[in-house]
């Protein structure tokens, strides 16, 4: 039986590599990446606080990923690459950028192979990218496509006696629909139909180009679950065999001549970010992160907070070029406005791109639009150019739920304005109307000049509509589909650095001082964020509906 399989593997290692195979078995090291870390923007440790005490965990960033594998591809002691895809945490977007990093690796004579039990849309489109690919014999997956579920609590509210008044510009500023709607309206509808359609026709182009199958069969297969057991992956071409995890340690064992794991000469992923070199501390890139919803307080992106460290940024002479990497939803107006404002100001001191991550839309779209050059991924969500705003009314509500009559006393007829007990008059809603019709504007007109642009041209596709990065790309939104890395190695040639350090901002606090002080950087969710939607005031928020984008479903 060995000697039967260990031709099979001769006769996949001449496929896997030409080079590898003219010089019999592979020599050098084994890059071993297993993803049962999650990827994060910008990694590290972090705990969470439950009853059963203190739960630590921890991270890789992006970045660190992708200089690991881009330095991989020319280290001449790295001869292959194994993926343990199990567990695999990361978004669609950063699935995108490690696939493009593994296809290099591949062209670089650097065998890529792919291992797991079970595959998921996010997990197999990066691992589509590997030269092999092997499930476990009953494993599977669920390759089902994209979706978008959206709550509408009309309804539910309307049970409680709660009032929504929304104010907005943008027929596709569908933020605050889910508060005065009971159904999806149609332009809702119609763009997250293109923008999901957008997203799978970019994991479904490429899965069909590594997989050398059609389009066409990938998505019939979608549509007809005909993709349920391990061995209808393996009939459709989706993956290469079939292997428990002792049989992949044997075929790993073959593929570098030998017979024993212990004299496969291992290279972990962690340990090989750690030997990153780190460059001349005087000559810096900074990448700066806005990761997280804009607030003025609080959790997330904090307006003032991040201002100074641009500021910062901005007035350090060791710093020679910016890479803004945002992966916001936006948030709140003014708090976008004082990030806005600080990028522009160091923009005219020093060449600074943006890099978008899985969102850069509404107002983390704003505070970006003035970088000389703005790079996106296929499967970004981004644009959202619109303004909303909501007052709701709670008086009615406690009267018939709590029955307390809250009764409000003024010196002047509006005193009460956005006291959040009554609803808005006639006169006080279009007082707001005015205030979102003016941001609206200023919003179109930072994009305009940012993006050369008419300020017609920019209202044409802004409307609050939310876009793929593939169609932002053709409409003008994004200059360049491109890595995070891929913008650092841009801006260093345009800075003319040879040699550089990469420099990260904010300062990303330590657990010690994350437990004594909290992390202001860690981000809220926005998808499920409601209730600071539904207290009392108002506030002009530049921020993507609340919704739940379905990339990772459930495997078997």
């Known amino acids: 039986m060995r000697r039967l399989f260990f031709c099979a593997c001769m006769a996949t290692l001449t496929i896997l590599s030409a080079s590898a195979a003219d010089k019999g078995f592979l020599k050098g090291k084994l890059l071993k990446i297993?993803?049962?870390?999650?990827?994060?923007?910008?990694?590290?440790?972090?705990?969470?606080?439950?009853?059963?005490?203190?739960?630590?965990?921890?991270?890789?960033?992006?970045?660190?990923?992708?200089?690991?594998?881009?330095?991989?591809?020319?280290?001449?002691?790295?001869?292959?690459?194994?993926?343990?895809?199990?567990?695999?945490?990361?978004?669609?977007?950063?699935?995108?950028?490690?696939?493009?990093?593994?296809?290099?690796?591949?062209k670089a004579g650097k065998p890529v192979i792919a291992y797991g039990a079970s595959l998921d849309n996010s997990s197999y489109y990066m691992a589509s990218a590997a030269d092999r690919v092997f499930l476990h014999p009953q494993g599977g997956g669920s390759l089902t496509g994209m979706s978008s579920t959206q709550p509408f609590v009309k309804d539910l509210?309307?049970?409680?006696?709660?009032?929504?008044?929304?104010i907005r510009h943008g027929k596709f500023k569908s933020a605050g629909e889910m508060y005065i709607r009971n159904d999806i309206s149609p332009e809702n509808r119609e763009q997250y139909e293109t923008m999901l359609g957008s997203i799978w026709s970019t994991i479904a182009e490429e899965i069909a180009a590594s997989r050398g199958i059609k389009v066409e069969d990938l998505n019939a297969w979608v549509d007809n679950l005909a993709l349920?057991?391990?061995?209808?992956?393996?009939?459709?071409?989706?993956?290469?065999?079939l292997k428990y995890r002792d049989e992949m340690e044997e075929?790993?064992?073959?593929?570098?001549?030998?017979?024993?794991?212990?004299?496969?000469?291992?290279?972990d992923i962690k340990e090989y970010i750690g030997d990153l070199k780190k460059g001349p501390a005087k000559k810096k890139i900074a990448v700066l992160y806005a990761d997280g919803e804009i607030v003025r307080s609080g959790g997330g992106i904090v307006g003032e907070s991040l201002s100074r460290t641009i500021a910062k940024v901005r007035a350090d002479s060791t710093v020679k070029a910016v890479v803004f990497r945002v992966n916001s939803p936006g948030g709140e107006v003014v708090a976008a406005d004082m990030i806005r404002r600080e990028i522009e100001l160091l923009g005219k001191?020093?060449?600074?791109?943006?890099?978008?991550?899985?969102?850069?839309?509404?107002?983390?779209?704003l505070i970006s639009a003035g970088c000389s050059k703005i790079f996106t991924d296929n499967t970004t969500l981004t644009g959202s150019i619109g303004v909303?705003?909501?007052?709701?009314?709670?008086?009615?509500?406690?009267?018939?739920?709590?029955?307390?009559?809250?009764?409000?006393?003024?010196?002047?007829?509006?005193s009460s304005m956005g006291s959040g007990m009554q609803p808005l008059t006639p006169e006080e809603e279009a007082w707001y109307q005015e205030e979102i019709e003016g941001?609206?504007?200023?919003?179109?007109?930072?994009?305009?000049?940012?993006?050369?642009?008419?300020?017609e041209a920019v209202d044409e596709i802004a409307q609050g509509r939310v876009w793929a990065g593939k169609d932002a790309l053709k409409i003008g939104l994004c200059d360049e589909k491109n890595s995070l890395l891929g913008a650092i190695k841009y801006i260093a040639e345009k800075a003319k650095l040879n040699d550089y350090r990469i420099a990260v901002y904010p300062e990303k606090k330590s657990m010690l001082r994350e437990l004594r002080e909290g992390d202001?950087?860690?981000k809220d969710d926005p998808l499920v964020n409601i209730k600071s939607r539904l207290v009392p005031g108002f506030k002009a928020m530049a921020i993507m509906p609340y919704i739940t984008i379905d990339t990772v479903k459930s495997s078997k």
Request: hydrophobic share 40%; glycine share 10%.
């Open 349 to 365: 001191v020093k060449p600074v791109v943006a890099s978008y991550g899985a969102y850069a839309a509404s107002g983390g779209y």
């Open 228 to 241: 349920s057991t391990a061995k209808t992956w393996v009939d459709k071409g989706l993956v290469d065999g």
């Open 34 to 106: 297993d993803m049962k870390e999650v990827i994060a923007e910008r990694g590290g440790s972090s705990f969470n606080v439950s009853l059963g005490g203190l739960d630590f965990s921890s991270s890789v960033s992006l970045l660190d990923m992708e200089r690991a594998l881009d330095k991989a591809a020319g280290d001449s002691k790295i001869a292959a690459v194994y993926i343990n895809t199990d567990h695999f945490g990361a978004g669609m977007a950063a699935s995108e950028e490690i696939r493009n990093y593994l296809l290099q690796l591949s």
């Open 520 to 522: 202001s950087n860690k």
């Open 251 to 267: 075929y790993l064992c073959h593929l570098f001549g030998t017979t024993e794991v212990s004299e496969v000469k291992v290279q």
């Open 388 to 414: 909303f705003g909501m007052v709701p009314s709670l008086g009615k509500a406690i009267r018939k739920n709590l029955h307390v009559n809250m009764v409000n006393i003024g010196t002047h007829e509006h």
């Open 439 to 455: 941001i609206y504007d200023t919003f179109v007109t930072v994009v305009s000049e940012g993006r050369s642009m008419s300020k």
């Open 157 to 166: 509210l309307d049970t409680l006696g709660v009032e929504v008044q929304l």
